[in-house]
Structures are given as C-alpha cells and as structure tokens.
C-alpha cells in the first residue's frame, strides 16, 4: 500500500503483490522464479488467493482514511472559518424571538463579525434580552473572532478567560410612503377605501421585507391586490416628502425601514 499526503493511501495492485511474494518464495524455497516464470506455477496459484485477501484488506483501509481525511478536512475548515455569517446562526437567533442579519464578509472584514438583531432596547428585561443574544453567539462562534456592535456583554469561557460579545441594533429609518392608485375604466369590483388599504400594504411589508434586505417597492403592492386598478405605484421618501422615490432602497445589513400606518398616504383617482 502506498502512501502519498496529497491522495492518501493508494491500494497495491494484485501484481505488486504478487511480486512481494514471489520474492519471499525464492528466499524461504531457494527458487529462483523470474515473475514470467512465477506465474502459473503452483506457488503462484496457492499464494494468488491470498493475495487477493490482502488488496480487498487495503482497499478497506484506504476508503475508512479517505473518510477520515473528509472529516478533518471538514473539521478543519470549520476551524479556520469560524465565523456565524450562515442561516444557521441567523436561524438560531430566530429561535429566540428576534430577526438578525449578518454582514456579507468582505476582505476588509476578515476575522470580524457584524451581526444585527431588531430587539427593542426599551424594554424593561432588555439586560436579560442582551445577555441571552450574546450567549448565543459566543456558543456559535469562535472566542478571540472580532465581534462588531454597541450591544456588549463580557462573558467568561470554560477556562475562565472573559471575552467581549457584541452586536449591533438596528439603524432604523422612518421613511414617508405613497402609494398611488389609478383606477381602471373597466373595473367591476368593489374599490377598497384608504383604510382597508393600507392594511394590505402593511401585510405585505410585514410578510417579505425585515431587517437587512433592500426594501424593493414594486413588491409590496401591485394590481392583483388592488384589482380595481389599471396601475399602482408605491414611493418613499426620506426627506419627509421632499423627494419621491420608487426604485429599491439598497440596505446595509443593519438597516431597517420602520413602517407606521400614520407615515402611509394613498391616492386614488
């Protein structure tokens, strides 16, 4: 069996095994077999079947160290990468209530992690709020990484040793909304007042935009929620209605458009 430390171990051939024991017959027998004049003699024919014992043998070791290898490898990668910007960090911060968001991992940013989490920082147990989020993350990513936030908790691992767990809330942004609705010559249905409306809207919002995703107008409101309509178009603005704009809004990670109903006018006509 060979061995090479980029493919790991390589099986022998029937061949090179036989050739071995062709080798170790002329010793013990004092033979002088050439491996043209081994094969086929009742040496060969005796020893073939154990050497085909030997190859299946190897064959088994070297598969059970390819998996070995995959599994440090694996290991390994986590190691040397171990910071949480994965679904599986957003999705364990989920678990306890909150929506988070991670910074897309520049150059720049190597051996830091930006994490956000919308948690309101009123609340009457928001310490304890704090504290569990940071738990979480200091059980999810390596001690030592660079932890990027306002949000602080110090906490001491196994050992004893305390390090500092951070992240960031929300950059909250209270944007004016229009939305205008032009009613269609041809409408047979019932027109929905302002109100009821606005109550779509919010839904919607609610139901496809979160913290650290662009906020894309032309998803939150179109014909087939307004079927009176012929067209419908949604702005915002954040310059208390000095300037509209319907194009998508390209959020940082931890930006989050707060919507209210009292900031919504709808116009219809």
Request: proline share 3%; hydrophobic share 40%; no cysteine.
């Amino acid at each position: 069996m060979g061995f090479a430390s980029d493919s790991g171990y390589t099986p022998s051939t029937i061949e090179t095994l036989m050739r071995d024991i062709m080798v170790k017959v002329n010793a013990q027998f004092q033979t002088s077999y050439t491996y043209e004049t081994f094969v086929g003699s009742n040496h060969y024919k005796y020893f073939y079947a154990a050497a085909q014992k030997m190859q299946e043998n190897e064959v088994k070791t070297s598969e059970i160290f390819k998996k070995a290898q995959d599994y440090f490898a694996t290991t390994n990668e986590k190691i040397s990468r171990p910071v949480g910007t994965n679904p599986g960090l957003i999705a364990a911060i989920n678990a306890l209530g909150y929506t988070a968001a991670i910074k897309k991992p520049i150059e720049a940013d190597a051996g830091k992690v930006y994490v956000a989490v919308d948690v309101d920082t009123t609340l009457t147990d928001y310490a304890a709020r704090k504290l569990a989020i940071n738990t979480l993350l200091k059980n999810s990513i390596v001690a030592g990484t660079v932890m990027i936030g306002d949000q602080v908790s110090s906490i001491a691992l196994t050992n004893g040793q305390i390090f500092d767990w951070k992240f960031k809330t929300p950059n909250r942004i209270t944007p004016l909304l229009r939305l205008t609705i032009t009613l269609s010559a041809n409408n047979q249905v019932v027109v929905l007042g302002p109100d009821a409306v606005k109550a779509i809207l919010i839904a919607n919002i609610k139901a496809r935009y979160q913290l650290g995703r662009n906020f894309e107008p032309q998803r939150y409101f179109s014909i087939t929620d307004a079927p009176w309509a012929s067209k419908v178009l949604l702005e915002y603005s954040l310059d208390n209605g000095t300037t509209w704009v319907s194009s998508t809004y390209v959020a940082n990670y931890d930006d989050l458009f707060v919507i209210t109903l009292a900031n919504i006018s709808v116009l219809e006509g």
